[in-house]
């Protein structure tokens, strides 16, 4: 079990695409249409959520590096650049789909919060500020996220504002609390080395989460999704353009900044990625299921580009920022 969980975390793009087919084929020959899946939401929300929360040690936040530039610069371009790349595709791309285009919205109001840390340790960037701006992005997303999506996302489709900020609350704020005194717990009764060692699993059992959440909400959305092909053409078209434009406006920052490539990867991955769990479950338990589909749809195209950004583009980003360090 455990060799499956780290399987599920190292290939997680591959179980998505699997799980996403499957649903697309017994959603089309089974009608559960009908079937009310918020109780199976809510539960993949507190399996994704309270594992990652549980194990983001945010007390090592005050032991980590203070460049508050390149954490202000990373948190202004994960919310608000972010929120307004997506809110130009959602009114271009996606003019004709409201629950599309809400589901880039979501996108775009809700950062990348502890898979920067491991995006990071990929790429050779710097974990330690990478740290802080994942804890502090978290704290900022009740905050942020309801008035950017009620701005954004109002116009298109009624938003009840108070549950979308109580959703947020509930997601982040009840598993950060459980996962402290887990943590605290673990620790206590263990110690340090073995909580570092079951830490590695928790990525997997987050994973199941999402696979969970997925197969139903897509299947569902099955039959019309199938009959309307183009749906899926305009998820991957909006979601590449949104991905192009936040590394190419957040590489022409880290240039301004005058951002080393430890750093200025930081905040192109921070402005890229965004969260799997948070947008999805927000979606699941309080949006249409159009709006969880494209969502579903991420987590294959994000892993898919943030790689290429790392591996293919990744050289020519070290070169391009080396020459105006610090």
């Known amino acids: 079990m455990k060799q499956l969980l780290i399987h599920i975390k190292k290939r997680l793009y591959l179980y998505v695409a699997a799980d996403f087919g499957l649903a697309l084929v017994v959603g089309f020959y089974l009608n559960i249409r009908s079937i009310n899946i918020r109780p199976v939401s809510i539960l993949a929300v507190f399996i994704m959520l309270y594992p990652m929360l549980t194990g983001m040690v945010i007390e090592k936040v005050k032991k980590a590096g203070r460049n ?25 791309v996606f003019s004709a789909y409201p629950e599309l285009a809400l589901g880039i919205i979501l996108v775009g109001a809700i950062p990348c919060s502890n898979m920067l840390i491991g995006w990071s340790g990929i790429a050779d960037a710097s974990t330690e500020d990478a740290l802080v701006i994942a804890v502090v992005g978290l704290l900022l997303i009740p905050i942020l996220s309801p008035i950017i999506v009620r701005i954004s996302g109002g116009p298109l489709l009624p938003i009840d504002t108070r549950r979308l900020i109580l959703n947020l609350l509930g997601f982040i704020v009840v598993p950060l609390i459980l996962g402290f005194y887990t943590r605290r717990k673990i620790i206590r009764r263990k110690g340090m080395s073995y909580f570092m060692d079951i830490k590695q699993y928790f990525p997997g059992v987050s994973a199941l989460g999402i696979l969970l959440i997925v197969f139903f909400s897509v299947a569902k959305v099955a039959g019309e999704v199938l009959h309307h092909p183009i749906v899926f053409l305009l998820v991957a078209v909006g979601l590449f353009i949104y991905y192009i434009v936040q ?18 990867m930081i905040l ?7 969260s799997q769990a948070i947008s999805l479950a927000l ?19 994000q892993v898919l580009y943030i790689m290429f950004l790392i591996y293919a583009l990744g050289p020519y980003i070290k070169n391009f920022l080396k020459k105006q360090r610090h």
Do not use: E, Q
């Open 247 to 264: 590394t190419a406006l957040s590489i022409l920052a880290a240039k301004l900044f005058r951002l080393d490539y430890s750093r200025g």
């Open 283 to 301: 979606a699941a338990t309080l949006f249409g299921n159009m709006t969880v589909f494209a969502l579903s749809f991420k987590p294959i195209l």
């Open 268 to 274: 192109i991955l921070g402005a890229t990625a965004s």
């Open 68 to 92: 508050y530039k390149l954490i202000s610069l990373t948190l202004t371009f994960a919310f608000f650049v972010a929120s307004a790349t997506a809110y130009v595709i959602s009114r271009t």
